[in-house]
């Protein structure tokens, strides 16, 4: 069973810190990889993709990649109190009828205290 | 101007009942899916359609049927509507070029 597995939280940053989100799964064949920002009542946001090892920096956002150890993270500098929400990391499925399809994790809810 | 939108936002039901959620992408889609989320926030795949064909078909129950009258529509009908059925369901697009998929606002039914 592929899974996607993220600390669930809460997980609470003063304004301007830097809030750290990870992410681990179990497919080592996935190829792509994203996080969604979710609003309480909202749908999911895209906000990062990332496709190769490394870093991909987007304003405030940092996704980091490392296929090797199966882990995904997103940092998020400068923590705002409007960045509370619950980020979803997401895996893109391998082959054949998946391929395409989102394995979401059950999301990290972060708090940003003023 | 919205990408992908569903109705009603809201629905509340009784069991036993039969409804329909509709959704509809403007983004020139080939795929589209659509999600339950439950109380628990969890959100998981239920169907995706490509080019009006279904692809995938996780293990819901037959009482759910996606219905895709084009490229740009997805619609999802519900039999017999039980409790357990009340959720958030949202519908999704993406295209060929990526693996990106973006959200409708989402459907809140409850059955009673």
């Known amino acids: 069973q592929k899974e996607v597995e993220q600390n669930s939280g809460p997980l609470s940053v003063p304004e301007g810190a830097i809030a750290s989100l990870n992410c681990t799964y179990s497919d080592r064949g996935s190829q792509s990889f994203f996080w969604y920002r979710q609003y309480s009542g909202k749908s999911p946001e895209l906000i990062m993709s990332i496709y190769s090892n490394g870093d991909k920096e987007d304003g405030r956002f940092t996704a980091q990649l490392n296929k090797a150890s199966q882990y995904v993270s997103l940092l998020i500098r400068d923590s705002q109190p409007s960045d509370s929400a619950t980020y979803l990391c997401a895996v893109s499925g391998l082959t054949g009828g998946s391929q395409g399809n989102l394995i979401f994790g059950k999301g990290t809810k972060l708090s940003v205290k003023p | 101007d919205t990408a992908v939108s569903q109705t009603p936002k809201y629905l509340v039901t009784q069991m036993g009942n039969d409804k329909s959620i509709k959704c509809e992408q403007n983004l020139g889609h080939d795929t589209m899916y659509w999600y339950k989320q439950d109380s628990k926030k969890f959100l998981k795949i239920m169907f995706s359609y490509n080019n009006k064909e279904l692809i995938i078909n996780e293990t819901v129950p037959n009482r759910f049927s996606p219905k895709s009258p084009d490229k740009a529509h997805l619609n999802l009908h519900i039999n017999s509507l039980e409790l357990g059925d009340s959720a958030v369901y949202f519908c999704?697009?993406?295209?060929?070029?990526?693996?990106?998929?973006?959200f409708g606002p989402g459907t809140r039914l409850t059955v009673t």
């Open positions: 999704a697009s993406r295209g060929t070029a990526t693996y990106e998929q973006y």
